[in-house]
Every structure is written in C-alpha cells, then in structure tokens.
T-cell receptor, first 114, second 115 residues
C-alpha cells in the first residue's frame, strides 16, 4: 500500500529565508507525486507534480521539488519565503498510471515570521 | 474556467438532521472524489466516482453516509442522521481520468458543524 510521511508538523521560517518541507513516500513502483497548498479556509491548490522525466520539478509561486528515488523523497523547496506563503502544505502520492486514490500526508503547517 | 463548485460553503445543523452537500466538477472531468478533513484524521478519501459510477466507497464511515452522482456535472454527499463527530470540512475534487498525468483539482470545501 502506498503511504506518505511528512515528518514536520509545524515549521517556522523568517520572511526571505529559504524553505524545505520534507516528504517521504512508500510505493512499490515509480509513483506520481504531488504537492498541494491549503490557505486558511480554502481548498487545496496544486503547487506542482512529478510524473516522470526531470527529477527537479518547477511549480507555481516559485516552489520546486526534487524527486530522489534512492531516498524515497520528494521535498519541496523555495529559495526565499514570502509572508503570503504561510499555509498548510500537503504531499500526496498516487499510483503510476493514474491519479485515483491519492494518499495524502498529514500536512506541514508553515508559519512565516516578519 | 470555473473550478470545482461546492455548496453550501458552511452548514450548521443539529444532531439527527439530514445534511446534503453538493458538488459540481470541472467540465470535462470524469472522475469525482469526496474527501473529509479533520484535525484528528487529516484528509481522508470517502468515495470516488468514475464516469458517474462509484468505484471505491471503502472510506465511507458508515451507513449514515451516502453519495450519488446522477450525471457528469453533479454529485451529492448525504449524511442521515448527522452526528457531532461528522463535523469536518468536506472537499470535492475532480480529475480527467485516463490521462497519464491525471491531477485532482479541489473545490473550496463545505465546513460542516453538527451541534
């Protein structure tokens, strides 16, 4: 069965600092991987996704993520955080060949200090 | 383009009442998903449909929950009778199934409070 672990429940960074949110997955084959962001009171918005090819994926809002098969990781990064990035971030894994039945991590709450 | 539309956005009801949540998927999408989000359990998939047919309802908590998709542009999630533990945010998502890069797009959610 597929699973996702986001080991950090809360992270606080200063505005302008770099950010890395961790995501580890468990899946028998090459998975489809996603990062979503949820602002307070809002739905989930897709930041980026990895299906195949280049292991460094660029997303919206200046985010990127790197797929590392050897580490079963798909960490999300941003070189310089803005106060508006404060939100909850979810990593998700889906089966190769289709996005049905995504499995979500428990989320990482990001706080940005001004 | 309109995204996934959910109604109502907020619902407050009393225990024992029937609650109906509604979802309109993105036009052209043929898969629809219902999720529940709580602090304790995070984001859980309740049920999903493909081409209006329920494919997997193993996440539906109990018989009090039912979901229908009478056509490609409308789905409902019904709770009858509702209980306080059903209080959560319910999300609907849709995707274009069959494409290799299938991606789910989420609605804004319905925040349900059962008193």
């Amino acid at each position: 069965a597929q699973s996702v672990t986001q080991p950090d429940i809360h992270i606080t960074v200063s505005e302008g600092a770099s950010l890395e949110l961790r995501c580890n997955y468990s899946y028998g084959a090459t998975p489809y991987l996603f990062w979503y962001v949820q602002s307070p009171g809002q739905g989930l918005q897709l930041l980026l996704k990895y299906f195949s090819g280049d292991t460094l994926v660029q997303g919206i809002k200046g985010f990127e993520a790197e797929f590392k098969r050897s580490q079963s990781s798909f960490n999300l990064r941003k070189p310089s955080v803005h106060w508006s990035d404060a939100a909850e971030y979810f990593c998700a894994v889906g089966p190769t060949g289709g996005g049905n039945k995504l499995t979500f991590g428990t989320g990482t709450q990001l706080k940005v200090e001004l | 383009d309109a995204g996934v539309i959910q109604s109502p956005r907020h619902e407050v009801t009393e225990m024992g009442q029937e609650v109906t949540l509604r979802c309109k998927p993105i036009s052209g999408h043929n898969s629809l998903f219902w999720y529940r989000q709580t602090m304790m359990r995070g984001l859980e998939l309740l049920i999903y449909f493909n081409n209006n047919v329920p494919i997997d309802d193993s996440g539906m908590p109990e018989d009090r929950f039912s979901a229908k998709m009478p056509n490609a542009s409308f789905s409902t999630l019904k709770i009858q009778p509702s209980e306080p533990r059903d209080s959560a945010v319910y999300f609907c998502a849709s995707s274009r199934s069959g494409s290799k890069q299938e991606t789910q797009y989420f609605g804004p959610g319905t925040r349900l409070l059962v008193l």
